[in-house]
């Protein structure tokens, strides 16, 4: 049974940073591509950053140079470093991998950024 488990989101003002992390289990993680999406309150759901196996990563404008995607094998887990959040920012974000001809999906963590 595959399992994401993302942690790390909470209440921030603007200016400040979050780490989410996305652990995953019952998934042959070291060879999957592994994203993040946030979806905010009455919008679609965004992608916002994506690691491949090999570390190669890429990013949406609007959170390239504030947000680093990381990745650790050996503990199967993502993590995504947000400095500089805006409000704008403030959204429920997933972590996703595909696999076997399915997108599995955690569960979401709120980041929420006053201003």
């Known amino acids: 049974q595959v399992q994401l488990v993302e942690s790390g989101g909470g209440l921030v003002q603007a200016g400040e940073s979050l780490r989410l992390s996305c652990a995953a289990s019952?998934?042959?993680?070291?060879?999957?591509?592994v994203n993040w999406h946030r979806q905010a309150p009455g919008k679609q759901r965004e992608l916002v950053a994506i690691?491949?196996?090999?570390?190669?990563?890429n990013y949406a404008g609007s959170v390239e140079g504030r947000f680093s995607i990381s990745r650790d094998n050996a503990k199967a887990t993502v993590a995504l470093q947000m400095n500089s959040l805006k409000p704008e920012d403030t959204a429920v974000y997933y972590c996703?991998?595909?696999?076997?001809?399915?997108?599995?999906w955690g569960q979401g963590t709120q980041v929420t950024v006053s201003s």
């Open positions: 996703n991998v595909d696999a076997w001809g399915k997108s599995y």
């Open positions: 019952g998934i042959d993680f070291g060879i999957r591509t």
């Open positions: 690691i491949t196996s090999r570390g190669s990563t």
